[in-house]
């Protein structure tokens, strides 16, 4: 079977760079007392590579991706010495799957490994059985929330884009995400799709 615990070595946290939402951030607010702009910068969509799923934003100097910052060691800004995460038990949704990925088929949610973790994640065992059903459950649970939080992520950012056109600072995108992200956890909460 696949067999897979987090031994909080941080190997995928020196790898990736981590695309977060408006929720992720109010996760770093309430949880951990962090301000967003010491934890959260924007990257040049120009230079990071993504995917149609996550937007970027216009700002008055370019388009970008917001993401948790990036040390210049190139590791996670919540990557400890001793390679744990500072904030392992609230980390951003994306970081939770890893080292598997979701895909929605034909309207159900597949778990699948991620091929990226292959021979670099220690704590993943490939033995070509089925991942365990708890873990699939798992995921699959938190794929919902995922899906749900990229809604309200892509629908946030195509208002900030079409309402002020790239006219605007990062801290004026801070101010409004915070703002829209209370009214989204509430939306969430009420849902039964809220996640620490």
């Known amino acids: 079977m696949v067999k897979f615990r987090c031994l909080q070595r941080g190997y995928c946290c020196r790898r990736y ?25 924007p990257l040049e969509a120009s230079v990071y590579p993504s995917t149609t799923d996550i937007p ?7 388009e970008y991706y917001i993401a948790l910052k990036i040390e210049r060691d190139g590791s996670c800004v919540f990557l400890n010495r001793d390679g744990k995460c500072k904030v392992h038990e609230f980390k951003p949704l994306v970081c939770r799957f890893y080292p598997f990925i ?16 292959l021979g670099e994640c220690p704590g993943l065992v490939l033995d070509d059985k089925p991942i365990p059903q708890h873990i699939v459950k798992e995921l699959q649970k938190l794929a919902k929330v995922r899906i749900e939080e990229l809604r309200l992520w892509r629908e946030l950012i195509n208002e900030w884009n079409n309402s002020v ?14 703002k829209r992200a209370w009214a989204d956890y509430t939306y969430l909460k009420e849902r039964g799709l809220l996640v620490k």
Do not use: Q
């Open 102 to 117: 979701y895909v929605v088929r034909n309207g159900d949610i597949v778990i699948e490994v991620n091929t990226a973790a």
């Open 165 to 178: 056109a790239g006219s605007r600072s990062f801290e004026d995108f801070m101010k409004f995400v915070i």
């Open 56 to 62: 970027a934003i216009r700002l008055s100097d370019g």
């Open 17 to 41: 760079w981590i695309p977060v939402t408006h929720l992720d951030i109010l996760r770093l607010v309430l949880y951990g007392c962090y301000n967003p702009r010491d934890v959260v910068e």
